[in-house]
């Protein structure tokens, strides 16, 4: 993490002690005014959308969007994209509907823990704050002809008269806050002839995105140095872009020049040369797509440019992300951290699928897409042109350490990589298979970020994923929240094909036990449902190899294993009822198999029938 880390995060937390962020964030700061309602109309300020009117996309109202919308009314909100929860109106930008725990709302944001056992995960009491869910409304009203003006801009204004600003949960994350800010802006530009937006409730929204504008570039090095992941990406967009969304606030240009820069950088720094991304995870680099998407359709509709590198890193991203797609479900590995982020939900597929979100952002580089989507008229792009995107036989992906074998209808994913950025799962040399859309070996995905002990080992610890442990070890020595020690720091791999496809990779791993090599092969003879893997590692002190498989007990009949350890003794297998979670904050049941050698190897033969 280096001294600049270090650095910051003993002045940050001075600052944070000494109440010095209570003066330069004030609670409840003076009324602002910048423009009225009337001249923020006539300035045509160029934006995705004009206007509901504007909206050019044949109508076609789905039962799940009508029954999202529904629920919405009742304040049913759907979190995360996958469970629902009702709130109470009186407390519902205040209270954890997971753990009941109710904040202050009079309290200083930097003085509210990140992490607390009572308060449960902090995400739950930011994720309606998000506003994200106001695009099901939007799509309700353009699909079924309805006005939901009235109860969309009032949700907003309630946020503010319940939220003081730099008061409470919702302004401790400046990534929540420069979203809210995003979706705000959507919303007042959907609405912008309706009746309910008054001049008045204009004029109070604007002070209010101002202050959280304020906040997000006065806090913006934290994201960038402390945190340095999609958070500093979301954030440096939010002030770039507020140049060209509020260019009639005066420090917004600055702000704008300043963000701009560092999304660049930012861009250049977290999207390796390979595509892959530096937080390891296919949800938040399905997020930084998101952004990019956004990025690059304002720039357009203002006629500026970024940088080359931008762009390249963007297509490199599509690149690796179509690799690893399984092209029957439109979804990709539930690999790494998985939050149920999707910021931007422009259609009705399931919140796994990926295929609209990859689209568009190919849609924003290059006006192309493999299948239509709705969400294109939602960016104000149309007419595509339909194009096939074969996936490669063979992908390896060095930088990022992902190597994949596409057959037919069989994808053979692999994660064999060192780390010079955090990693938040110690699961390499981890092997989800997928058969016909089906995920038969999966990564058992993240559950929550503030759970109990068990949970948290289980989901990002080694034992959870397809694997081999030693003596029950993590590869990694396990720090706080998201911190590993000893990171691997060695890795190198090849996948080639002759007769048969060989995945050949090694790492370093295991510092506390005084580092130990793990070479795992696999092997597989295209067309044939068949893969052999060998796990070999370097010492033998009576040390315990366990190999791991996490099985989809949708089709545990179907997968038949057998294994010999380095003698040549077959291994009875040892059968434990785990847990997967396809969807942030849901846990379900899941079978784990394992085989257990004190010799230096296990080889098993998997055998998939449908």
């Known amino acids: 993490m280096g001294w600049r880390y270090i650095n910051f995060r003993v002045g940050h937390l001075i600052q944070v002690k000494s109440g010095w962020f209570q003066k330069k964030f ?3 700061p003076p009324h602002k005014s910048f423009i009225t309602l009337n001249d923020w109309k006539q300035s045509q300020i160029p934006f995705l959308i004009n206007s509901k009117e504007a909206i050019e996309l044949d109508k076609n109202l789905s039962e799940s969007l009508e029954y999202r919308f529904r629920e919405s009314l009742k304040n049913n909100i759907t979190f995360f994209n996958s469970q629902q929860f009702q709130l109470d109106k009186e407390t519902q930008w205040s209270v954890n ?3 009941g725990h109710q904040y202050d709302i009079t309290k200083h944001w930097s003085k509210i823990p990140d992490l607390s056992k009572e308060a449960g995960d902090i995400k739950f ?9 106001l695009y099901d409304i939007l799509r309700f009203d353009h699909h079924s002809g309805s006005d939901q003006s009235s109860f969309v801009l009032s949700e907003i204004e309630d946020f503010i008269d319940s939220n003081p600003i730099n008061l409470g949960p919702q302004y401790k994350c400046s990534q929540e806050i420069s979203l809210r800010v995003l979706n705000w802006t959507y919303a007042i530009h959907f609405y912008k002839h309706s009746e309910a937006l008054t001049p008045v409730l204009f004029d109070k929204i604007i002070n209010s995105i101002y202050w959280q504008l304020h906040h997000v570039r006065e806090n913006i090095h934290f994201s960038r140095i402390a945190v340095r ?3 500093a990406i979301t954030e440096s967009l939010m002030l770039y872009v507020s140049g060209l969304l509020f260019p009639f606030i005066p420090e917004s240009q600055k702000w704008s020049k300043d963000g701009l820069k560092w999304f660049e950088q930012e861009i250049d720094y977290q999207i390796y040369e390979d595509g892959t991304f530096l937080q390891y995870s296919m ?9 990019l998407t956004w990025a690059i359709r304002l720039n357009d509709l203002n006629g500026l440019r970024f940088r080359e590198s931008v762009y390249t890193k963007a297509q490199k991203s599509l690149d690796f992300l179509d690799a690893c ?3 029957n479900s439109g979804t990709l590995p539930n690999y790494g951290s998985n939050d149920g982020a999707l910021f931007f939900k422009f259609t009705d597929l399931d919140y796994r699928d990926y295929t609209s979100q990859l689209d568009d952002l190919r849609m924003a580089l290059h006006n192309e897409a493999v299948l239509p989507s709705e969400s294109f008229a939602w960016y104000g792009m149309s007419d595509p042109a339909i194009i096939d995107r074969p996936q490669p036989e063979l992908a390896s992906f060095d930088t990022g350490g992902y ?5 037919n209808k069989v994808k053979t994913f692999i994660r064999c990589g060192a780390y010079k950025d955090r990693p938040a799962q110690a699961d390499n040399l981890h092997l989800d298979i997928w058969v016909n859309g089906i995920n038969y070996l999966w990564d058992n995905g993240s559950y929550k970020y503030n759970t109990e002990d068990t949970y948290i080992k289980h989901f990002t610890g080694t034992a959870g994923h397809n694997t081999v442990t030693i003596n029950e070890n993590d590869q990694m020595l396990k720090g706080g929240r998201f911190i590993w020690f000893q990171w691997i720091k060695k890795a190198q791999a090849s996948l080639t094909k002759n007769s048969n496809y060989i995945f050949d990779g090694s790492i370093d791993a295991y510092r506390q036990l005084g580092t130990i090599n793990h070479n795992r092969r696999v092997e597989k003879t295209p067309g044939i449902l068949k893969w052999n893997i060998t796990d070999k590692v370097s010492s033998n002190q009576n ?3 366990k190999q791991y498989w996490h099985i989809n007990p949708l089709v545990q009949e179907s997968i038949t294993f057998v294994a010999i350890d380095a003698e040549g003794k077959e291994l009875l297998p040892t059968v434990e009822e785990k847990w997967h979670s396809s969807y942030y904050g849901i846990k379900e049941k899941s079978i784990a198999l394992s085989f257990s050698t004190l010799t230096t190897s296990i080889t098993t033969q998997l055998i998939i029938k449908v």
Do not use: C, G, T
């Not at 009491?125 to 994200?132: G, I, L, T």
């Open 26 to 28: 004030p609670a409840s």
């Open 97 to 99: 509907p997971s753990s």
């Open 125 to 133: 009491v930011w994720e309606k704050a998000r506003f994200s869910y």
């Open 229 to 231: 992941n999609n958070h």
């Open 283 to 291: 949800n938040y680099h399905r997020v930084v797509v998101q952004l």
């Open 325 to 327: 797609l399984d092209k």
């Open 403 to 407: 190597y994949i074998i596409n057959e």
């Open 543 to 545: 040390q315990e190899i």
